[in-house]
């Protein structure tokens, strides 16, 4: 990926506009293909409100201080990045995709050939095709299979999950994008890219959802059989708990959002009966005691109101009964004390809270799964190029010399739309 000026090296470099943060990772793989992080600059975001831009100006700037950090700290000149992108402008559905097989051999020109059939749906003069990921394959009706690379057969059909985006949020992320000098090497949903690392493989294959909570936005992602069934994003996040504080104990947002990360707790039931804390409230000279009990009482509502629209929307994906390692939280709010207990009765699944795993070098300051898209987006260019040399793999060699199951899995992975 050309992002970097004045290196052969492989860099990638990943730019994730949330709505209370900008993020710019710059990644390094080294000698064993691990990803190392060698340069990040985060700053805070005024211009987004739940996912979307409502002042170019305020993300443009935002995103040239997070560039900037991330040129200075990793010594190259950034001029262009994966972002991701979340929002109400997202939407995703499953579609079906089938071509004849050209040779008797199914190589990845018959696999290509059977997404663009799948990507073929009727799509809204305002809507853009973000991702075609195959979900699974059936060959000459086998279903259930996994790659079909190498495999012999007539009629090969791939059952597809394909993500859109509104063209209006889309264009208007560039602009702010493109102010600060940036191009756009890709657009990943943002709850792709979290769930890139912070899922396992055995979570995917026996059936999750991943679930970032940011402050705008809470990005849904259902893997099912080690492939990506259902995305949706609820534009609901922390800053709406903030909001309910600071509109509940009548207090400055800023100090709301403070008591919220020091005092916040889900669970009005695990707090402390006696527990209190100081703050001044609008109109108040003085100090006042606020009970956590109180507190807790506020906070509560939101996060079931939150978990509620999640239930609803595993409903509405039809794969209510088929996620049996339940739900992985990460995202910014994920820590809140209660949380998981919330998120466990009100879905009545497992619950884990995750952060961005297997990435290495500059990660101690960012080890917070607040930054699970950032990093996520890192692992996408990482697994895209690979699908890329693989691609030139298979015309080189010819498939029957290829490691048809890694090729598999970056088939699986991701395909861009
Ligand atoms: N310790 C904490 N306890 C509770 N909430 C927290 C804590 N730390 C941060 N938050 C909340 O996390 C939210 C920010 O999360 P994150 O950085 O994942 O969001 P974002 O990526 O900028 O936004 P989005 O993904 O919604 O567009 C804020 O609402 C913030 O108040
Ligand atoms: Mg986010």
Same mark, same amino acid.
């Given at each position: 990926m050309a992002s970097i000026i004045g290196t052969e090296d492989t860099i990638f470099v990943g730019l994730d506009?949330?709505?209370?943060?900008?993020?710019?990772?710059?990644?390094? @793989? &080294? !000698?064993? $293909?691990?990803?190392? +992080?060698?340069?990040?600059?985060?700053?805070?975001?005024?211009?987004? =409100?739940?996912?979307?831009?409502?002042?170019?100006?305020?993300?443009?700037?935002?995103?040239?201080?997070?560039?900037?950090?991330?040129?200075?700290?990793?010594?190259?000149?950034?001029?262009?990045?994966?972002?991701?992108?979340?929002?109400?402008?997202?939407?995703?559905?499953?579609?079906?995709?089938?071509?004849?097989?050209?040779?008797?051999?199914?190589?990845?020109?018959?696999?290509?050939?059977? @997404? &663009? !059939?799948? $990507?073929?749906?009727? +799509?809204?003069?305002?809507?853009?095709?973000?991702?075609?990921?195959? =979900?699974?394959?059936?060959?000459?009706?086998?279903?259930?299979?996994?790659?079909?690379?190498?495999m012999h057969g007539y009629r090969l059909e791939v059952e597809a999950h394909i993500v859109t985006a509104n063209v209006t949020a889309l264009r208007n992320l560039e602009k702010c994008l493109e102010a600060a000098g940036l191009d756009v090497d890709g657009w990943v949903a943002s709850s792709l890219a979290s769930a890139e690392v912070v899922l396992t493989e055995t979570e995917r294959e026996m059936g999750v959802v991943m679930c970032d909570i940011g402050g705008g936005t809470t990005d849904l992602a259902i893997y099912i059989e080690g492939a990506v069934w259902h995305t949706a994003v609820i534009p609901v996040g922390g800053d709406h708990l903030t909001s309910d504080i600071a509109q509940g104990l009548h207090l400055p947002l800023e100090t709301a959002e403070m008591v919220k990360r020091r005092h916040g707790q889900a669970r009005p039931a695990a707090v402390d009966a006696g527990a209190a804390f100081a703050v001044r409230p609008f109109g108040q000279e003085q100090t006042v005691q606020v009970r956590m009990v109180d507190l807790a009482a506020i906070v509560e509502p939101r996060v079931e109101e939150l978990f509620s629209l999640v239930r609803q929307e595993i409903k509405r994906s039809g794969y209510d009964g088929l996620l049996p390692a339940g739900v992985v939280l990460t995202g910014g709010s994920s820590p809140l004390p209660g949380m998981r207990d919330v998120a466990a009765d009100v879905l009545h699944l497992p619950v884990r809270s995750a952060q961005p795993e297997g990435v290495r070098g500059l990660v101690d300051q960012l080890r917070s799964p607040?930054?699970?898209?950032?990093?996520?987006?890192?692992?996408?260019?990482?697994?895209?190029?690979?699908?890329?040399?693989?691609?030139?793999?298979?015309?080189?060699?010819?498939?029957?010399?290829?490691d048809v199951r890694r090729a598999a899995d970056y088939f699986r992975r991701l395909l861009p739309g």
């Open positions: 506009v949330g709505t209370t943060k900008v993020t710019t990772l710059v990644g390094q @793989l &080294d !000698a064993e $293909r691990n990803l190392r +992080v060698i340069g990040a600059g985060v700053a805070a975001a005024t211009g987004m =409100r739940k996912g979307g831009v409502i002042s170019l100006e305020a993300v443009a700037q935002a995103v040239q201080t997070s560039k900037d950090k991330a040129e200075r700290t990793s010594g190259y000149e950034i001029t262009s990045a994966l972002v991701s992108l979340s929002g109400s402008g997202i939407a995703s559905q499953n579609s079906k995709g089938i071509a004849g097989v050209s040779g008797r051999v199914i190589g990845p020109d018959d696999v290509a050939r059977a @997404l &663009d !059939a799948a $990507r073929a749906i009727t +799509v809204p003069y305002n809507r853009q095709i973000l991702h075609v990921i195959p =979900r699974g394959f059936i060959v000459d009706g086998q279903d259930g299979i996994r790659s079909a690379l190498g607040a930054f699970a898209t950032a990093f996520g987006l890192l692992e996408w260019g990482k697994l895209q190029e690979e699908q890329s040399l693989l691609e030139g793999k298979v015309r080189l060699l010819g498939l029957p010399k290829l």
